[in-house]
């Protein structure tokens, strides 16, 4: 059974601080996504990892993924308030179906 | 549409009662989603259409849930004799298919009462 196991849950930080969240997944897959959700909206794509090694950077985020021991991490650098919402990690299974299976999200909070 | 449209918003219904919750994909994507959102499962895989393909619906929790796509488009999220613990967001994505990325809507809000 894929399993995608999140931490931490919970996240409170000081603007301007640094920190990274950490997605764990229990069998081989070829595509591990990140995604943001504000209260009360949808989910948002940040970023898609294809093999292991991939890096992606967006402004203060940097996601980075490690196929062999089944990690992704989401770096925050330098926490601005706006960088505050729920992420989520998902691996995809089923082949060509792309099925997602999520993390718990983690709530990130940053504090001005 | 630019986005993935979904109807309605919220929906507040009886125990008991049937649903229908819609989904309209972007133009051209021939993968749909749907998933659902609740408090206690986090966020779990329910259905998916590819083309004409017959539907994977792994993820349904119970035969009360079906779907349906016609035309290869707008979708159709079809919840019948509804229970308290079928309240959740409900989620549909669309992507391009081929393991592109899912564009997720907005969401229907389904309280039970």
Known sequence: ?112 | GAGVSQSPSNKVTEKGKDVELRCDPISGHTALYWYRQSLGQGLEFLIYFQGNSAPDKSGLPSDRFSAERTGGSVSTLTIQRTQQEDSAVYLCASSPGGGGTQHFGDGTRLSIL
């Open chain 1, 1 to 112: 059974e894929l399993k995608v196991e999140q931490n931490p849950l919970f996240l409170s930080m000081q603007e301007g601080k640094n920190y990274t969240i950490y997605c764990n997944y229990s069998t081989t897959s070829d595509r591990l996504y990140w995604y943001r959700q504000d209260p009360g909206k949808s989910l948002e794509s940040l970023f898609v990892l294809l093999s292991n090694g991939a890096v992606k950077q967006e402004g203060r985020l940097m996601a980075s993924l490690d196929t062999k021991a089944r990690l992704s991490t989401l770096h925050i650098t330098a926490a601005v308030h706006d960088l505050s919402a729920t992420y989520f990690c998902a691996v995809a299974y089923g082949g060509a179906t792309n099925k997602l299976i999520f993390g718990t999200g983690t709530l990130l909070a940053v504090q001005p």
